[in-house]
C-alpha cells in the first residue's frame, strides 16, 4: 500500500488581535542612551527595485493527493454488498478531494500572480514618486488603479478559498461518517473472513484520506488568514499612495509639490532616541485610533517643557517586507502632520526611522529631549 507523501510547509504568521496606544507621563525627558535597535538607512531611488519572497503572501505548498483505493471482490454476503458501497463512496470522496486539490492550486497561482503584478506597479509608482511628479498626475492615478485591480483579484481568490473551505469541510465530515459505518459493520452477522479483511483494509485507507483531507482543509483556512492580512494590508498602502500621489510626492523623503500643507523634514540616520517613549502608536490593523491618545500625550509635554522638542521614530520589524517599512514610514509622516496641526513648530519634529527585533508590526514612538 502506497503511503501519503505530505509536504507541509512552515510559514510563521503573526495575527495580532488588538493594537493601541500608550502614553508614559514619567518619558517626557528621559536620558538619551543610545538604542539597541538597529538604525534603518534610508536609501535613495526605487524600494522596489527587487522583489522577495516575503513581499507575496506566504501560502501553504502541499499538494494533496489521495492513496489509490485497492479493489476487492463481492463475497455476496450482506457485509460483502456494504463493502463494495463503501468502497465506491472512498473512491468519490477522493475525486472530489483531487478536485479540491486542483482548485486551490488554481487560486494559489491567482494569489501570487496578482500580488507580483501588484508590487511591481507600486515600485513603479514609488520610483516616479521618489524623485517627484506632477500633483495629481493622472498617468500615476492610472497605475494605482492597475494595483486596486490587482488587489480586488485577490479579494476575490479569497472569496474562493472560504467557499472551497466550506465543501471541503462537508467532505471532512461525510468521511468521518464513511469511517464510522466501516467500523460498525465488523459488528454485523453473516460476515465471513474475506469481508473482514477487506473491512480493514478500507478503514486504513478512509483513516489515511481523512488525515489527508483534514490536512487539506486546515491549511485552506491558513491560506484564508493570511490573505486577509496581506490584502488588508495593501489596500491601506494604496490609500497612502493615493495621497502621495495628490502631492506628487512619496512619503517623508520628498517635499510635496505644493505648498498648501506642512512638509516634514527627511529622516535622519543618526541614532534614534532611546529610553520610554512618550508615545506608541502600533498599525497592526486598519483604521487604528491613535489620534485622542497623541493628542493628550503632546499636550501634557508641552504644558510641561513649551520648547520640547520631539522625535518621531518610524519602527518596523527587523525580518519585515518593504511594505511594512513603507507603511511606518506613511504613518509617521501622518503623525508628523498631525503635530503639527496641534499647533506644534515643524522645526520642533525630527523624524528617524529603524527596525527592532521586538516588533511584530509598523508602528511609530515618540520621544521628547
Not at 57 to 78: A, D, M, R, W, Y
Not at 241 to 246: G, R
Not at 296 to 317: C, D, H, I, T, Y
Not at 335 to 348: L, R
Amino acid at each position: 500500500m502506497k503511503k501519503i507523501a505530505i509536504r507541509l510547509s512552515l510559514f510563521s504568521c503573526s495575527l495580532l488581535l488588538m493594537s493601541g496606544c500608550t502614553f508614559s507621563s514619567d518619558a517626557l525627558f528621559p536620558s538619551l542612551l543610545g538604542s539597541d535597535s538597529q538604525e534603518e538607512s534610508v536609501k535613495d531611488g526605487s524600494i522596489y527595485s527587487s522583489l522577495k519572497k516575503d513581499d507575496v503572501p506566504q501560502l501553504g505548498s502541499t499538494n494533496f493527493e489521495p492513496i489509490e483505493v485497492k479493489s476487492g471482490s463481492n463475497t455476496g454476503t450482506f457485509v460483502g454488498q456494504k463493502v463494495v458501497t463503501f468502497r465506491n463512496e472512498l473512491a468519490q470522496l477522493q475525486t472530489a478531494i483531487r478536485n479540491h486539490n486542483e482548485e486551490l492550486q488554481k487560486i494559489r497561482g491567482s494569489v501570487i500572480n496578482n500580488a507580483l503584478q501588484y508590487h511591481k506597479t507600486i515600485g513603479t509608482i514609488e520610483a516616479k514618486l521618489q524623485v517627484g511628479t506632477t500633483p495629481g498626475n493622472p498617468q500615476m492615478y492610472a497605475m494605482l488603479q492597475n494595483a486596486q485591480s490587482n488587489i480586488q483579484v485577490m479579494n476575490n481568490n479569497t472569496n474562493s478559498l472560504s467557499q472551497l473551505s466550506s465543501r471541503v469541510a462537508s467532505d471532512a465530515a461525510m468521511t468521518t461518517y464513511l469511517l464510522d459505518s466501516i467500523k460498525a459493520a465488523y459488528t454485523v452477522s453473516g460476515a465471513v473472513d474475506e469481508d473482514h479483511r477487506q473491512l480493514r483494509i478500507l478503514e486504513n485507507e478512509t483513516n489515511q484520506t481523512s488525515i489527508l483531507i483534514n490536512s487539506l482543509l486546515s491549511e485552506i483556512n491558513a491560506d484564508t488568514a493570511r490573505q486577509k492580512q496581506y490584502i488588508d494590508t495593501a489596500s491601506n498602502y494604496i490609500a497612502d499612495l493615493s495621497n502621495a500621489i495628490k502631492v506628487g510626492s512619496y512619503g517623508v523623503n520628498n517635499s510635496p509639490l505644493v505648498s498648501s500643507s506642512v512638509a516634514p523634514a527627511f529622516y535622519r540616520q543618526d541614532a534614534a532616541a532611546s529610553g520610554k517613549p512618550l508615545f506608541v502608536a502600533k498599525f497592526n490593523k486598519s483604521n487604528v485610533n491613535y489620534k485622542d491618545g497623541l493628542k493628550r500625550a503632546v499636550s501634557s509635554a508641552l504644558q510641561k517643557k513649551p520648547g520640547v522638542m520631539f522625535e518621531v521614530v518610524a519602527v518596523n520589524p527587523t525580518n519585515g517586507t518593504q511594505l511594512a517599512k513603507s507603511n511606518a514610514r506613511n504613518h509617521a509622516s501622518d503623525i508628523f502632520q498631525e503635530m503639527v496641526s496641534m499647533g506644534v513648530g515643524a522645526d520642533k519634529i525630527a523624524l528617524t526611522a529603524r527596525s527592532s527585533a521586538e516588533a511584530t508590526s509598523s508602528e511609530v514612538q515618540i520621544y521628547v529631549k
